[in-house]
């Protein structure tokens, strides 16, 4: 009988392919559907992720999806997940807390242009659960500000109780070189703030050169239709406005074909494209 032959799989490659047990640091609930975790992986070994990447989180029992990291690769030692109660298994993590295990694979696919961002102004818009994948950008942009221009940060939620990472936000706001504006589709009793779809905040922003300004969003498919008209009456040009899609994704690699749009794989191509891109993927939005 012949010896099954030794695995040729590079330790980079097992990582693609076989989770790691990573073990939960923090879990805190953000909203009544969200749940914000810090993960360790072993050794505290760092993830070195770009923002926009994603990790694909599984539970023994629940199986495997996958989610959006939301802190920076600057953050050393652990890294955080925004998780939004959704079916079985995000249920189920929602269940976990500190010390619990976690298996992780990743991290996957294309995040966005931070070389293309440096000495640019940058517009973040970020709609409801959007707000995670961007949060990783905004800390970074944060991390190492004078590398950039204004930094303008568009969130909307369907209302006040679901904008995320509110303390933050205000933190933000404090440098004069960002500007944070907030909506909500329906107030409640205290809100003040901006009523209305996350394109109506589009009059308030203050475009000084068009071509020295950098998009980026994350948020449902509905809201990139409308995003994109108005950064069109406003000629930011499409190979400057970058957005994360959202798709079943499986694998992560690019096997499964489940992630497909076009002849194009988000899991291996995105979740980050160009509108210059999309704007040739009949499918992508």
Known sequence: MRAAPEST???ADQRLYVPEMARIVSAEDLTEFERLFEIRLPEGRDLEHVPGQFVQVSMFGF??????????????GSFELCVRRAGALTAALHGLGAGDIVGIRGPFGNGFPIDRMRGKDVVIVAG?????????????ILADRDSYGRMIVLHGAREPDLLLFTDEIESWGSDDRNEILLTVDKPVEGWDGHVGVITTLFPRLKIDSPSSLVVAMCGPP???RFVLL???????????????LERNMRCGVGKCGHCQV????????????SAAELAHLHEGI
């Open 222 to 224: 509905v809201m990139y």
């Open 63 to 76: 199986g495997e999806a996958p989610i959006s990291l939301c802190s920076s690769p600057v953050k050393t």
């Open 128 to 140: 409801g659960i959007g707000m995670a994948p961007v949060r990783s950008l905004i800390q970074h």
């Open 230 to 244: 108005e950064l069109r009456s406003l000629r930011i040009p499409e190979d400057q406005s970058f957005l994360s």
């Open 9 to 11: 799989l590079e330790e």
């Open 262 to 273: 076009d002849h194009r794989y988000v899991c291996v191509d995105g979740p980050v494209f």
